[in-house]
C-alpha cells in the first residue's frame, strides 16, 4: 500500500475513495501491535467499508476469507487498511479512531484537501503528507486513461491491465455484471486497498457506453 | 510461476491475470510463462482458484462442445485443473519475489512487498523532520515491471546529488555502496514489479533533484511514479508544495496523509 497516493481519476470520482489504513513502525510500534491493528479494523467494520483487509491474510473480496477470523488472526504485523466511499463515514471513523487513542499510526489517502477538513472537524491537525508528480519515464507505456483509473487503486499494482482491459469487454457483452467484474479486480489487490464500489461505479459507466 | 504441462488445458484465464503480461500460449496448447520477465509476483497463483477437475476431463468437453461448434469458457478467475504451480526460487531470483509479491514480508525492513515506510510512521520515527522533503522515485509502476539494472541507472543518478538513501528501504539494502548508488551485481539482471527509491533531502534541493530524474528518465524503458512528502507545518501546511511548484511540477490534488496519531510522537530537538 505504499503508494496509493498515485490513485488516478476526475476529482469527482475520487471523492468517493478513501483509504485508511493503520501502520506500526518497527522497534517502535510494531511490537504488540496485534490487539491495536484488532481495534482498528473492528472499529472500521463497524462503518462497512468497501473493502478492508491486510497483506498477510487478504481482503474480504477473496474467496474463502471470513472477516472475523481474518481479525482473530491478526497477528502483530505491518498494518491493516479498510475503504470508504464518502467523507462523512471517513469522520466517524477518525474521530472513533481518536478516542481509542490506539497510538499506532494512521494514514488515510484521497483528495489531500478533503483528508485536511476531515482532519480539523475532528480537532486534529495533519501531521505528514505526500503529493503524487504523477508518472515518469516511458511514458509511451502508459495504459488507456480508464485503465489507469482501476489498476491504480492497488497500491502494489496487482490488477493487471490486460484483466482490466478482459473484464471491461465482460460488462460490456454482459457477461459479467460490474459488480461481479468490481469483485474479481478486489480479489487480485491482498492488501484490500482496491475500491470495489468505485470500480463498479467505473463499470456502470462502461455498461451504459458512457465511457 | 511455473506451469504444469501435465495439467494445463490452454483456457488462458492466467494471461490476463498476470500483471506482466507474460504469459503465452506455444505450440502444444498449453500456456507457459516467459521466465525471463515474469516477476515472481504470484497472482496468477493466489487469483485463479483452482477447480481442480482433471485435465482429460476439460479436453474431452472441449471435444465434445466443439462438435456443436461451442465452446468451453471457464470463469475468469479460476485455473480449471490446478496447473500454477509456485516454484522454489533461489538467489538472486528470489529477490523478484520479495520485491513484487506482497505477501512477503521483506526481511530487512519487515513490510510487507517492496514497501517501505516513507511518511506512514512519520509521526513515531521522525523520518522527515523540518525542512527535510522526502522522494519516493517507484520504477516499474504503474505496470510495467523494472529490471534493476534501470533502478541502478536512476539511483546513481540521484546519488550524485548526495542525498540520504532510505537504509530501512528494500532497494537501498541492495546497493554496494549508498554513496554511489551502486547495486550488487548479481541482482542487476532481477526484474521485479516495481521497486521504491527512497531519498531524504532538504526541501530547497527538491528542485534539483527532480531536474536529476527529468535527465536521467529518458534513458530508461519502464514507467516511474514519484511522489513527494513533508512534514507539515504548525498550521497544516505542506512546505514541499513551493518547492515542486518552483521547479514547475503540479502537485496531484490527491495523495496520503499522516493524520498524527500514532505514539509516543516523535519530539524534535
Given at each position: 500500500m505504499t503508494n496509493t497516493l498515485h490513485r488516478q481519476g476526475?476529482?469527482?470520482?475520487?471523492?468517493?475513495?478513501?483509504?485508511?489504513?493503520?501502520?506500526?513502525?518497527?522497534?517502535?510500534?510494531?511490537?504488540?501491535?496485534?490487539?491495536?491493528?484488532?481495534?482498528?479494523?473492528?472499529?472500521?467494520?463497524?462503518?462497512?467499508?468497501?473493502?478492508?483487509?491486510?497483506?498477510?491474510?487478504?481482503?474480504?473480496h477473496q474467496d474463502d476469507i471470513d472477516i472475523e477470523k481474518l481479525i482473530a488472526n491478526q497477528g502483530d504485523g505491518a498494518g491493516a487498511a479498510a475503504v470508504f466511499t464518502d467523507l462523512d463515514t471517513l469522520q466517524k471513523v477518525v474521530e472513533e479512531l481518536i478516542?481509542?487513542?490506539?497510538?499506532?499510526?494512521?494514514?488515510?489517502?484521497?483528495?489531500l484537501d478533503e483528508v485536511q477538513a476531515c482532519c480539523r472537524k475532528a480537532g486534529i491537525e495533519r501531521h505528514s503528507a505526500e503529493h503524487s508528480l504523477g508518472f515518469w519515464g516511458a511514458r509511451d507505456r502508459l495504459p488507456e486513461r480508464e485503465i489507469l483509473e482501476f489498476n491504480t487503486m492497488c497500491g502494489h499494482g496487482m490488477v493487471s491491465f490486460n484483466l482490466i482491459r478482459k473484464l471491461i469487454e465482460h460488462v460490456k457483452l454482459r457477461r459479467l455484471t460490474p459488480k461481479k467484474a468490481a469483485k474479481i479486480m478486489a480479489k487480485c489487490c491482498e492488501c484490500g486497498v482496491f475500491n470495489p464500489i468505485r470500480a463498479e461505479m467505473l463499470l456502470e459507466k462502461v455498461k451504459k457506453g458512457e465511457r | 510461476?511455473?506451469?504444469?504441462?501435465?495439467?494445463?488445458?490452454?483456457?488462458?484465464?492466467?494471461?490476463?491475470?498476470?500483471?506482466?503480461?507474460?504469459?503465452?500460449?506455444?505450440?502444444?496448447?498449453?500456456?507457459?510463462?516467459?521466465?525471463?520477465?515474469?516477476?515472481?509476483?504470484?497472482?496468477?497463483?493466489?487469483v485463479c482458484r483452482s477447480e481442480e477437475y482433471p485435465p482429460w476431463f476439460v479436453r474431452a468437453?472441449?471435444?465434445?462442445?466443439?462438435?456443436?461448434?461451442?465452446?468451453?469458457?471457464?470463469?475468469?478467475?479460476?485455473?480449471?485443473?490446478?496447473?500454477?504451480?509456485?516454484?522454489?526460487l533461489d538467489w538472486p531470483r528470489s529477490v523478484r519475489a520479495v520485491f513484487s509479491d506482497p505477501t512477503t514480508v521483506h526481511p530487512g525492513t519487515g513490510v510487507p512487498g517492496r514497501g517501505t515506510d516513507e511518511i506512514k510512521t512519520n509521526d513515531v520515527?521522525?523520518?522527515?523532520?523540518?525542512?527535510?522533503?522526502?522522494?519516493?522515485?517507484?520504477?516499474?509502476?504503474?505496470?510495467?515491471?523494472?529490471?534493476?539494472?534501470?533502478?541502478?541507472?536512476?539511483?546513481?543518478?540521484?546519488?550524485?546529488?548526495?542525498?540520504?538513501?532510505?537504509?530501512?528501504?528494500?532497494?537501498?539494502?541492495?546497493?554496494?555502496n549508498p554513496e554511489t548508488g551502486k547495486i550488487k551485481d548479481e541482482v542487476l539482471n532481477e526484474k521485479v514489479l516495481s521497486a521504491i527509491i527512497e531519498i531524504k533531502t532538504r526541501l530547497e534541493r527538491i528542485p534539483e533533484f527532480l531536474q536529476a530524474l527529468e535527465g536521467i528518465q529518458k534513458e530508461i524503458d519502464t514507467l516511474i511514479?514519484?511522489?513527494?512528502?513533508?512534514?507539515?507545518l504548525a498550521d497544516g501546511s505542506l512546505p514541499h508544495e513551493a518547492w515542486v511548484i518552483k521547479a514547475g511540477y503540479k502537485l496531484s490534488p490527491n495523495g496520503k496523509t499522516n493524520i498524527g496519531l500514532g505514539r509516543p510522537l516523535f519530539r524534535e530537538g
Open positions: 476526475i476529482s469527482e470520482s475520487l471523492k468517493n475513495d478513501y483509504v485508511i489504513f493503520a501502520h506500526t513502525a518497527k522497534g517502535i510500534t510494531r511490537d504488540g501491535s496485534a490487539p491495536k491493528l484488532r481495534e482498528f479494523m473492528r472499529i472500521c467494520l463497524k462503518y462497512q467499508p468497501g473493502n478492508i483487509g491486510d497483506g498477510k491474510q487478504g481482503n474480504i478516542r481509542a487513542d490506539l497510538g499506532i499510526s494512521i494514514n488515510i489517502s484521497g483528495l | 510461476m511455473e506451469i504444469d504441462k501435465k495439467k494445463c488445458v490452454g483456457c488462458g484465464n492466467c494471461h490476463a491475470v498476470c500483471t506482466m503480461g507474460v504469459i503465452y500460449v506455444e505450440e502444444d496448447g498449453k500456456s507457459a510463462v516467459n521466465q525471463d520477465e515474469c516477476v515472481e509476483c504470484n497472482t496468477c497463483y493466489r468437453l472441449r471435444k465434445v462442445l466443439s462438435l456443436f461448434r461451442l465452446g468451453y469458457l471457464a470463469e475468469v478467475d479460476v485455473c480449471p485443473t490446478g496447473a500454477l504451480t509456485l516454484p522454489q520515527t521522525g523520518r522527515l523532520r523540518e525542512g527535510d522533503a522526502g522522494l519516493v522515485i517507484e520504477m516499474g509502476r504503474p505496470g510495467t515491471g523494472a529490471y534493476f539494472r534501470d533502478i541502478e541507472k536512476v539511483a546513481m543518478a540521484l546519488a550524485r546529488l548526495k542525498p540520504h538513501f532510505e537504509r530501512e528501504n528494500p532497494v537501498t539494502q541492495l546497493m554496494v511514479s514519484v511522489g513527494v512528502a513533508s512534514r507539515c
